[in-house]
């Protein structure tokens, strides 16, 4: 969003005062000569106290700047309003200055937003002695506790089971299936709004009519009956499906289900089917709701599934043909039109069996069971437990974490970190404000719960750690950091750095997995040959080379991180031939060096070949860089890369990952979603059980 059409979402008399001082400054700008800038980095020429901004698109400002480079090369100035920043694009160059220049590099910038969220405490937004003795602290404690080691690999499998139970839980509910409309399920579960543009019909009950009909149409051509019993079935209603007689067919479908004999006390007999036959061959829900009466009966497992399946096919082979004889010739083939159509633009239609078998799933957006899931990770490090995913206060903590972190990088704030004096008008800041006080609220009140409970020797998490650091300063040296606030900003920083990013990687990677279906077919084949029916464990990444690489190749594309996170530089520097002065902020951008097209083959597509070399083994690549480098690299590093690949590895393992029903795989957008870090654009996937 440019400062223009920023300022048009401002209230008037706001925007007219803007409006005003954007006049006189472009008047200043045009009488005013060329300053000598010197040896400092070249750039667009900045108007006085607006800066650049009118160039800036402030929503996706690393596009801008990324295609500045093109004109100003690897180091250029560029000023956000009043503020002069110089911007590192490129691998050689921001390698260069974060690795090779990393003390020079390696403040943090911390613009008025950071400052508002952590005052200066803490580790993401803090410079000097506090942010060396904090980032020193979590560091050897997460390394004591385990994180990158066996204690968080377990921690993470047992999490990987909770997320699983979660992610089966998304499946269409037949018990609910009391209205027997077939249409009615369709749209309650599959959101099909391509077969309604197919349709082009204002009028709802013809609109349904004819789903019923597409549906329908496409459960006789899909049809697959695959038990002995109803082979022979099959063959009558192939070769006659219009004239056989429905009685004939249900009759064999009665006496089919009733020679099914299942062990136990439970039989076919049990099921006052006798008594209903004659109603049920009269109407088709009523057999529906027979079928939906079936599942209160507790039957083992794989007894059921068989169950279901020859009773499914059953019921469903008859409900066609009573359709199909009583529907005229010329609406079958308006159907028929229909259906092709609808294949040629690339539209799935679910069948009511996928419906009722469960194999269509119901479609679930991925974004909460994967915050928590993650979530719970950085909790058991921190906090020594984990939380249900159904507890409002946890439910609560992330998703506001989630929202500052989106709104962070909207527009507005932007706007606000040139010129704070604008807050008061701007309710983005007062939503991450009041955010913020509420969670450190929250956490204060963990704190406390803990500290009751406290045993030095035996430290539960960071917060025991460093109650325990407290308490022995405390007896010893004044001035201490180990205080209230920093405390209870590390806790915030784990939660924001570590939750959001991570799943919103994982997000990234199982939405790429949906829409090519193709790579997650070899994932799921070396998953299936390498680990097989057991648990995947950390020591199976080396055996799973194509996996490793569809993860890194996901981080790569994904970019989640475009800005990094803003340095400054601790003194004056000559860098590149160029001098920067002490302080200045410093933007060494990743997403110019995870899509520099000098260091990878096909830097805008999804290729996994990026990270395997001829003979399919993985190779590292310098340029994989989006955890930053340099003295303040991600703290978290080795604790996402160990998330990544045991929950990539174990949903793949276990759910196959498809568009929702009537969404084609070309139709799922890969656009990213305005905010700090690039997640999905809101979106829903179906998970189907790949052993079910
Ligand atoms: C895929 C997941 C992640 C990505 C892509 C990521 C990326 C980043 C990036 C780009 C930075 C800024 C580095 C710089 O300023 O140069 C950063 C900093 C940080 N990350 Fe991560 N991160 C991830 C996961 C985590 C996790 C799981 C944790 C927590 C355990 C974490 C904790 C931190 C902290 C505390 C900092 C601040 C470091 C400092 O200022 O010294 N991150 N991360």
């Known amino acids: 969003m440019t400062l223009v059409e920023e300022l048009l979402l401002q209230p008037v008399s706001t925007g007219i005062l803007l409006g005003a001082v954007l006049m006189v400054l472009l008047v200043v700008y045009l009488f005013s000569s060329d300053s000598d800038t010197g040896k400092e980095p070249p750039g667009p020429k900045p108007l006085p106290v607006l800066g650049n901004l009118l160039q800036l698109d402030l929503s996706r400002p690393y596009v801008t700047l990324c295609s500045m480079s093109k004109q100003y090369g690897s180091i250029f100035t560029v000023y956000f309003g009043p503020k002069k920043v110089v911007v590192l694009t490129g691998y050689q160059t921001v390698k260069q200055a974060l690795v090779n220049h990393a003390e020079e590099f390696g403040d943090r910038d911390i613009n008025p937003i950071f400052y508002d969220i952590s005052q200066g405490f803490g580790i993401l937004f803090s410079n000097g002695e506090n942010w060396k003795e904090m980032r020193r602290f979590a560091l050897s404690t997460l390394r004591d506790l385990g994180m990158g080691k066996r204690g968080s690999e377990e921690r993470i499998i047992e999490e990987t089971w909770y997320l699983r139970e979660v992610v089966e839980n998304f499946k269409v509910n037949t018990n609910n299936c009391t209205s027997m409309d077939p249409s009615a399920n369709i749209l309650k579960f599959a959101d099909d709004t391509k077969v309604i543009g197919l349709i082009h019909e204002g009028d709802e009950s013809a609109y349904r009519w004819r789903v019923d009909q597409v549906v329908l149409w496409t459960i006789y051509n899909n049809l697959e009956l695959n038990s002995a019993k109803t082979v022979e079935m099959r063959m009558d209603f192939r070769r006659s499906p219009l004239t056989l007689p429905t009685v004939t067919i249900f009759n064999r479908t009665v006496s089919a289900v009733q020679s099914f004999k299942f062990p136990g006390t ?21 057999r529906m709701y027979f079928l939906c009466q079936l599942r209160k009966f507790t039957l083992p497992q794989e007894l059921m599934v068989q169950f279901y399946t020859t009773i499914i096919e059953l019921v469903i082979t008859t409900f066609i043909t009573f359709w199909v004889s009583s529907v005229p010739k010329h609406d079958i083939h308006r159907l028929q039109r229909i259906i092709r159509s609808a294949e040629t633009n690339g539209v799935k239609l679910p069948t009511l069996l996928d419906l009722l078998t469960s194999r269509i799933r119901k479609p679930f957006d991925t974004t909460q069971p994967l915050n928590y899931a993650i979530s719970n990770i950085i909790s058991a490090i921190v906090y020594g437990s984990r939380f249900e995913y159904s507890d409002p206060q946890f439910q609560k903590m992330v998703n506001r974490s989630n929202e500052n972190i989106r709104i962070t990088g909207s527009a507005s704030i932007q706007l606000y970190n040139m010129f704070p004096w604008f807050r008061l008008w701007l309710k983005d800041w007062k939503t991450i404000m009041t955010n913020r006080e509420k969670t450190l609220k929250d956490i204060m009140q963990i704190v406390h719960s803990l500290q009751e409970t406290l045993n030095p020797q035996e430290c539960r998490g960071i917060i025991d750690c460093f109650l325990a650091c407290k308490q022995k300063m405390e007896a010893g040296e004044k001035n201490s950091l180990f205080h209230e606030q920093n405390l209870l900003h590390i806790i915030s920083n784990l939660f924001a750095a570590g939750t959001e990013t991570t799943s919103t990687t994982l997000r990234w990677g199982i939405l790429l997995m949906a829409k090519y279906p193709h790579i997650q077919d070899q994932v799921q084949q070396e998953i299936d040959r390498v680990v097989g029916g057991r648990q995947p464990v950390l020591d199976d990444r080396k055996n799973l080379p194509y996996t490793d690489a569809v993860i890194h190749e996901t981080q790569r594309l994904a970019d989640i991180v475009p800005m990094n996170l803003p340095h400054t530089t601790t003194c004056d520097v000559n860098f590149q031939g160029f001098f920067i002065k002490k302080g200045t902020c410093v933007f060494p951008l990743l997403t110019s060096v995870l899509k520099d097209e000098n260091e990878w083959e096909s830097p805008y597509t999804f290729n996994p070949g990026h990270f395997l070399d001829e003979q399919g083994h993985f190779i590292k ?72």
């Open 266 to 286: 439970t039989t076919t007999k049990d099921l006052t089917w006798d008594s209903n036959i004659s109603s049920m061959t009269k109407r088709t829900q009523q």
């Open 621 to 692: 690549r310098d340029a994989f860089m989006p955890f930053s480098g340099g003295r303040r690299v991600c703290l978290g590093e080795s604790l996402a890369r160990m998330e990544l690949f045991l929950f990539f590895t174990t949903l793949l393992q276990h759910f196959r990952f498809t568009p929702p029903p009537g969404l084609s795989e070309e139709q799922l957008d890969l656009t990213p979603a305005v905010g700090f870090t690039l997640s999905p654009s809101p979106h829903k996937l179906s998970a189907v059980n790949r052993f079910a």
